[in-house]
């Protein structure tokens, strides 16, 4: 079950990114967590390499033995 932080958040980064309901119902002009997933998704069987390449940019932390980048 996703915790109402990381909903909350979802829904922020959605709003950010321009995934908003378009379609006429009770949510439009609402966020979209399901479109930006379909999205990911899309991305991920169109280019698994460079997908798991750009978040593991973002969400992996570096090792402890990693030598960090310069300053």
Known sequence: ?????ARDA?????????????APSL????PSVPDMLESLATAYRANPAATLDALR???VPPSADA???DA
């Open 1 to 5: 079950m996703l915790s109402e932080t």
């Open 10 to 22: 979802l829904t922020e980064l959605a709003a950010g990114l321009g995934f908003i309901v378009i």
């Open 27 to 30: 949510y439009t002009g609402k």
């Open 57 to 59: 940019v973002l969400l």
């Open 67 to 69: 030598t960090p980048p």
